[in-house]
Nanobody
């Protein structure tokens, strides 16, 4: 089973920043769609940001636009989520996910793409924003 390795979670005060990292196996990374999802207690898992590694197209949920940035490093087979201006409502377990291979970027960055479309998941990392 493919294992995605996340890191970078932690506790931070409102307004602070965190950077999440996810290393993806090389066989998965190329021509893939990589995503960051989060799940807060009692809520459904939601997509936060996605990136198509082949074309670099990105998607962000409205609540994080202007604050979060998803990026990739092909030399490290990694995807990152830079989170700035964090709010208490950003508190959740954050998951890295992947689907590969993917041709084109449309479905990867579409607003209606279901969470179930992703086939590979990490274990999750806790992000807590609290004063």
């Amino acid at each position: 089973q493919v294992q995605l390795a996340e890191s970078g979670g932690g506790s931070v005060q409102p307004g602070g920043s965190l950077r999440l990292s996810c290393v993806v196996p090389l066989s998965t990374y190329n021509l893939s769609c990589l995503g960051w999802f989060r799940q807060a207690p009692g809520k459904e898992r939601e997509a936060v940001a996605r990136i198509a590694t082949g074309l670099g197209n990105t998607y962000y949920v409205d609540s994080v636009k202007g604050r979060f940035t998803v990026s990739q490093d092909s030399a490290k087979n990694a995807v990152y989520l830079q989170m700035n201006s964090l709010k208490p409502e950003d508190t959740a377990i954050y998951y890295c996910a992947a689907r590969s291979p993917v041709l084109g970027a449309g479905y990867c960055v579409g607003s209606q793409t279901p969470t179930s479309w992703f086939t590979q998941w990490g274990q999750g990392t806790q992000v807590t924003v609290s004063s």
